[in-house]
């Protein structure tokens, strides 16, 4: 995992700006753009949550358009989720006001709300700093990342350089421990790299599937979670290939780091699957590990108690054979078929790493899987038990 | 919800014994039996895990004949799950003796394993305690609902009477303190009525899906779970409808004593979904917001927080229309297609009951389900931390 270098630029053509539009009651920014200077190509994945926010519903009916697009505006503060009729306006006036100030089609704007549920965007505010925002925009990341940010503790970035100089500036937001309706990750790559929509888009619901869609940090799916990937061209032709494997790379760096700083989390749990009859096996399979509360709390006690994992395997659907099955603690056999004999004080020990990891194998073919989550801790209740009142 | 009186006495012809065989290091009762006079026809749900533990695929299988049964074996302490094909060699060895010592076919008796996963049964313990067992015999209830818990709080019994005279007495366990890896649910239920075996397994998985299926305590599936329920006859005939209502009405206040005694719990948490497409939908609209940490947390901390209803609701994938979608808690309406102003504090106070109920409405349909499961507590986590090491 990376962490946000100070002087990360976004790539060629984009911009950024940031401010503090009074969303968020800490005062902290809370309103940002992303400007490209050129069409861009794009990709979208939005929740499947059937009570998905109005900022999903549109991004997903201008994907289907396939338009480019030129501009992303996000608030942080807010999710504009359960917000009626009048919540859809908010967000289409959002869009239009930065097409206004940007000269570009309202459609060529996508939007992006996190925060809270069930309550009405502060319109006068958004629109203010939307007429406000372009008069800031500059090359650097980490203003963004910040602004996007609600309750992770700190801003989230990945980044690869192609073979031709093309590069790949990702950004990301989980969920951290202030506001805690906001279990929402945004993922957005920008890149500069020159590549054909039809190939993006027909390669990233699998990327998703094997980085976002891999992690959990309670289960609990956002009614706002999206992640894109905008892509303008204006470092020239790359090769496909490299440039898929760089983006799945940023992604899944930006899915760890959004994993490892969960609500409450003090470390990252990893589960490796293997031995599956299918990828999406593997997948189902290696997530239901991570999202399961007593694993998740045994890790925090550094508890090898890997019958945990039998039991979540065994709750996931994913095809195993039992006889066949093993289970690894930090590396360290612990079931083959049958239990193992091993030194539980140390593999405990071993467990007190920053990152806990467990390999599985179904024993019934060659699919493989991973996933990441962390542990629950006493912190992930506190933080939860009481924020409205 | 009822409590176990301390007389409850089993249906005509039942009997049961418990004693402390040594499996469990607490030295508590943890090995029991109940037998039948006459034979049994029964019925039977087994948990879904594809990790089940030997004593679920055996019973599984034996209701495939369609044969009748005589007793039930039931051990505390120990899944004797991922124990391998030596596990599943005892499984059939405690059948073996206890069919033995009753003289009945080893066909005839049903058994049922919980505790911890990854360990053989100490065999000698467990022969030798049932050879003991027929001399304990006797008609009360409350020492085999006591030997069938693993770190249940207290013992769970329901009964009711019908019309003629014919009884039906259930026992059940959940999870509770002490033994982590113990999140298993068994219910079994007894009665002298005399009904069709067909009638009864016809019906007996629309009970279990609006009963035992509808509770969660933290989404964990056991490897053990199961419930049955075993009729001798012996009460004469009776009204299908109305011993198929009292079956439920058992089952249900069951159902609700394990969310109620849930691991770490404090308050029972029920949510009663209406206007779904389908009850299957209902039901998992309702158990989705139940097994949410975000919710949970909430209910604990008495926040009214409905916008992690919406959140649970969407991602459970029960068709919902937003625009006609209700929410109230404690009674009180905060959503309808729209946040509604409501007195935060007020509905706070109400939520510091015993029991917290969200109603839902998803304006698409005419169906009903409704689920239970408990608060999440920091001690819920403390709980599960800590125990093989």
Not at 41 to 51: E, L, N, P, Y
Not at 226 to 248: C, I, R, T, W, Y
Not at 319 to 342: C, D, S
Request: glycine fraction near 10%.
């Amino acid at each position: 995992m990376t962490s946000t270098p100070p002087d990360l630029t976004f790539p060629q053509g984009f911009q950024a700006a940031a401010m503090a539009a009074g969303i968020k009651p800490s005062g902290r920014t809370d309103l940002s753009l992303v400007t490209s200077s050129h069409d861009c190509v794009w990709a979208f994945a939005g929740t499947r949550s059937t009570t998905a926010a109005a900022c999903v519903t549109r991004n997903r009916a201008l994907a289907g358009t396939g338009a480019p697009v030129r501009a992303l505006l996000v608030n942080a503060g807010n999710a504009n989720a359960a917000t009626g009729e009048g919540g859809a306006r908010d967000n289409a006036g959002m869009a239009d006001a930065a097409g206004s100030v940007l000269n570009v089609p309202a459609e060529a704007v996508l939007t992006a709300s996190t925060g809270i549920i069930g309550h009405r965007l502060p319109m006068d505010r958004v629109l203010s700093g939307v007429e406000h925002l372009p008069d800031e925009l500059g090359h650097a990341a980490a203003p963004f990342a910040q602004a996007i940010m609600t309750t992770d503790t700190h801003p989230k970035t990945a980044h690869a350089t192609l073979s031709t100089g093309a590069r790949l500036v990702g950004t990301a937001k989980g969920s951290g421990m202030i506001h805690p309706d906001m279990a929402t990750m945004f993922a957005f790559v920008f890149t500069d790299a020159q590549v054909g929509q039809a190939a993006l888009r027909a390669a990233f619901p699998g990327v998703v599937a094997r980085t976002f869609n891999a992690v959990t940090v309670d289960g609990d799916t956002s009614t706002n979670d999206m992640a894109a990937v905008l892509a303008n061209g204006l470092a020239g032709p790359v090769d496909e290939a490299e440039f898929l494997s760089a983006l799945e790379g940023v992604m899944r760096d930006l899915a760890r780091q959004i994993a490892a700083d969960g609500e409450g989390a003090t470390k990252l749990l990893t589960v490796k699957v293997r031995g599956a009859r299918s990828e999406a096996e593997a997948l189902t399979a290696a997530r239901t590990c991570c999202v399961s509360p007593l694993l998740k709390s045994a890790v925090h006690g550094n508890d090898p108690n890997w019958g945990r994992v039998i039991m979540a395997v065994g709750r996931s659907g994913a095809a195993v054979h039992i006889e066949a099955m093993t289970v690894a603690v930090q590396g360290q056999p612990v079931f083959a078929g049958q239990p193992l004999a091993y030194d539980a004080a140390q593999v405990s020990e071993s467990m007190k790493a920053q990152e806990v990891v467990f390999d599985v194998n179904l024993g019934v073919g060659d699919a493989t899987g991973e996933a990441w989550g962390c542990d629950l801790s006493a912190e992930y209740v506190s933080i939860n038990a009481d924020y409205t009142t």
